[in-house]
């Protein structure tokens, strides 16, 4: 695989400095962090939700995960719930499911930012694909995009992460049952490593 060709059109067409990154097939934002040796504050990845059938793209740092009452009320919606697997393929078909880069190019879609992600210097993403990923200034990046910029992530659970670090990276020469898991994890993430286990999918506004 390489990065998907319209996402470097677009970075050299707007004169954006950056760099490309190949890495082992990563399902999880926090397993490109892992690969690509970056914190998990300066990965950014994507959440896909629905707010009244709308869709919106939620852009975070991969070590923190989507409060999704926050975002419904910031969206002003009745009901905001994680898009699946289907709805993003249809919605984002020029990219893998579960790679889609933060960037604006998909008409009516809306895009947040969580504010927390502002103290990354360089930010890093997954290029469309499961084993590509850009590495450019954060600045450079907040310009292309213009996000609209709020609170709506919290810290990972302390638990969460340690269960993620002590489990064996496999990779590639992993099991296929791993593997299919991990993209399933990927395809469904909700802000949490891995997905995340009982997991709030949908919220309503009160």
Known sequence: M????????MLERRGVAYEELRHRVAFTAQEVAQSEH????????VVIVLADGRPAELIL?????????????????????????????RIFSDC????????????????????SLSNAGELVFQAGTHEDAIRLKFQDWL???????????EPEHPTAVSAFAGREDTGT???????????????????EPGGGQGRIEAATRE
């Not at 409060?67 to 393929?89: F, I, P, Q, T, Y």
């Not at 292309?144 to 992530?153: D, G």
């Not at 299919?180 to 395809?187: D, F, I, P």
Request: charged share 35%.
């Open 143 to 153: 310009s292309l995009v213009s996000p609209r910029v709020e609170f709506f992530t």
């Open 2 to 9: 390489a990065t998907t060709a319209w996402i470097k059109s």
């Open 173 to 191: 020469e992993g099991s296929k049952r791993t593997a299919r898991t991990r993209a399933e994890k990927s395809k469904r993430e909700s802000g």
């Open 96 to 115: 893998e499911t579960g790679a889609i880069p933060p960037l604006r190019r998909w008409r009516e879609v809306e895009v947040l930012m969580d504010a």
């Open 38 to 45: 970056v914190s998990g504050h300066c990965l950014a990845k």
């Open 61 to 89: 740092p991969a070590s923190r995960r989507v409060v999704l009452e926050r975002v419904c009320k910031l969206l002003g919606a009745n009901e905001v719930r994680l898009a699946s697997e289907a709805e993003m393929d």
